[in-house]
């Protein structure tokens, strides 16, 4: 997968998923310390010797990750541990402990090999893998050894030592053929670096290891590799993030003071022996180990010197807030956006002080590094020379100096080769972080922006005009066009010459240039101009509610209210929930196989995180909208399908990708295939949309239906109709012809979402079009269809159970009007009897003097079908408004 | 549903067939003088007008008048090209259109409807040949 170590599908269930539990990882665990006075806690993943400084608020929230509760409960509880957090925060730092594989569902399983290829200029071998148990016997002695005041007794040495070895030194360092072996500087330092100095190393990281077991905590792995084909050895002291500031200075110091001690108790010794090879070698190595702890205490390597510095300055990542205040500086200095950064005048003084240290200490290291190419150059050209001389026989053959020759010129070859491969990896890194104009040879954007059909074309010309001048300002080339129920913004945005990270930005700010017109256009037509429908429903509702008995009366009015307030929200946020964008970036077939695995990543999964969809908006989405199932399982799709299609770039010329929450799908690779067709894509956002939210009412609605033949009231009978007053009788006609219309209005509504059930059928099954040949392919193409294909699925059978429901309410309606007209028609031509006409006057007394008051006189029959009709009315419509938003 | 029926792509459709295109399409009013598509645009929907004229125009030439009954967008849908001419209203016009999907899906399910596509475009095709030779 080529997103690494990010686990998208548990982001998904984090952020998307309101009933997604996390749980910590049991192989981790959190350590509370007072280090230094002040309290600190390090997560501590020990398994994989991951070890986390997090602050308290972290803290909080990784102890409430037990798996039984949610985020919004994670989030109500921490709350009252502290007031500050916000849930957004509490989802910010449980995706963030999901990426870093520290969330149970997420933690990948890490399997280690002895022998491990880090990088391509990185060879580890792993030789103790918990030194603290293979190790115990030789801890238990050190432990007794180490005093404190050995310390200063090594320093005393050190310093004397290198005193003495000055001179020694700086005629070493500016003479490297003082180390020649057989002639060879070359071989002199692969002899000196790998065998000499081997028990030297050894000793450094068994100090380190020391001294971490002294302190109170547990050096874990100890091992050896190659880096850059030079030798080293490590030792994981990551354990000592439990430990003071102060504990693990003295931790890192413990290695360098060892080899410099080491260093200068050989320069004693070589003072008592004669001079010759032995006193040489003895200095040599001596040198060996000052310089080695020179680069050792290099402040932007991270060796032990840099750890020590970072400690002292209580800065951790120190390396990494000098390098983003250098790119800061340098963007400055270019005139290019600056980030705001908040950060106190002293640490920022530090900072720019390491800073200017790193660069010069990074130019110096340049200069030797270069110095020492050539040094070891001119000896592997002397070895050539001599060997071509020996091959054309012009000098005489010897054993010994073809080998030393070969061995020279082999290792010579071996670091350039790492030179090389560490430029290559450097180079292609550089490239990878900034896409840069001639990888991207033409970037579009269509945005899509749903409208009511039923909108005034006046209205629809508004937002097109509205449209363009969001495009003027964001292109200079560009189409809008308005065909309802869309208005589609085509933006050509040509050939790019930015970074990736200035990409996402222009992403985001063109989609929220088009989405903020948009929600503001959508707020602004929601109303009965837009939606017909919505004016009848809401006055019939309102004359159901006025029916009801007084004392529940002004209860039914504010569920009327309640609910059109509801359905207005909804169909706000449905066409907001439509709007979408989709991007091409074309790239050549070469750049799109070379950059993909990190243009998705990078995209996609690190704007999860932000989707900030304004006001209830993201919360619809997530509920009435995509369906948390929906995205996990979209999500896992992707996931699935990306291990084919990254491991057949040959097949697959352009990769789809489908952000669900932001409605944004990019094409990257060759898309001028596919560009021509990306411009009908709306209905993808749009059909999905509405094919959900009708498929969640849908099933309300049905349910509400159902529980009328549930119910215990029971339709009036044709006796019970003869009985009632001629007041309740009127209203009773009142109110079933009112029904009646309803019923055309539902029925007309049910015509509307078969087509429009229809239409989006029509539309997934266009889909397919957009990849019209079998010699082109497009990635993570197919879980989008499949996604759309399932919600379709699910509509129509929901819609068929709805009709099913509705028509067979709509029969008991078709038995009531009649009885209720002919009761009405035969009382209005019966002759009355004086007991007859002297009871219908007095009704008509009562009636006016009473406010309203057909309905205290109802039946109880008669009140409890005007409550399941109002009910029932209230979901059906629901329905009916929505069927509204696209046809 | 009249309309359809007397739009001649549509002659000899069942009652059933036009009511679902009825179903399918949106109504479209233009003013005179009014742009109903753009050269260069980016195609959506196929138009057919049910009242009033229009001009093809292209490069500010008019190139084709067309008349109630007559249809218009396909092209771009057929080639997912850019709209190849602006149509430019030259009365109150009303129209019905057919997006995307819902066109080729009309397309696909009905011969009827194909035979007139393309003895159209086949009559478009002979009068700009025409046009050229002379």
Redesign the interface.
Known sequence: MAIESRDVSAIYEILYNPAYRPRASPSAHVEELTVDGQPSFVLMKEAEAEYYDIDAKTNTVWRLLDGKKTIQEIFNQAKKTDETLTEKEVKEIVVSLADEGIIESTEAKVRRSRVELASAFQLDIHILKDSSKSLAGLFRITRSLIRREELPIALAVAALGFVLFYSSFLHIFADPSVFQVAGSTVLGFFFFELLVMLPVYAVHELAHAAVCDYCGAKPREIGTGLYYLAPYFYCDTSDSWRLSRRARIMISLAGPLSTVTISALLVFWSYFVPAGTEQNILRVAAFFGYYGSLINFSPVIETDGYYILADILNIPNLRDEAFSYIKRTFRRAFGRPVPAVRQSARRVRIIAFYSAISVLWLAYFAYTTLWLVFIYGRDTYSAVLNLALTLGRVRAFDLTSVGVNVATISYFGLFMVGFVVMGIVASRNIRMRGVRLETIHDKRV?AFLPFP?SLQ?SGSSDLAARAKKVAAANAHSY???V????C?A?LKLGRVDQSLEDMRGEMRRIEQSFRSLHREFILGHRGPDAFPTRKAMAENLIRLARQFPQAERRRAASAVSHFLRRQDSNLGNLLQSAFGTVWTLELSPGDYTRIKNRIFPSLIAEDIGTTDLPGELEEFKKQMVLGSDALAQLSSEIEEQSKEVYKKPEVYQATAYLEPMKSRLVFVGRTERVT??V??LG?LYLYQAWASYISTILDDAAIRLRSIRLSRATPLTKVQIAKLRDQELAVLSEDVERMEALTKTVEGAI??I??TY??A???N??LD?LVSDETFDIGLYKPIMSSNSRHLEGVRDKFENFRSEFERVSKRLDGLGPEVREELARRASGPKSLKGRFRGLLEAVRSSRLIGGSASRRTPAYDAEVKQMFATSRLVYGVVIASDII? | MEIFGSVPLFRGLEASELRAIANLSKEMTFREGETIVREGDAGLGFYVITEGEAVVKRRNKTVAKLQRGSFFGEMALFDDQPRSADVVATEPTRCLVLLRWNFWALVFKNRKVVRGLLKEMARRLRAGNEATSN
């Not at chain 1, 065909?483 to 869309?486: A, G, I, V």
């Open positions: 269509s059909s074309r189409s809008v066009t065909e309802p129920p869309l589609v085509a021509g067709s411009v009908w209905g015509s509307k078969e087509s229809e239409s059928i029509n539309f099954d266009s079009s046809l």
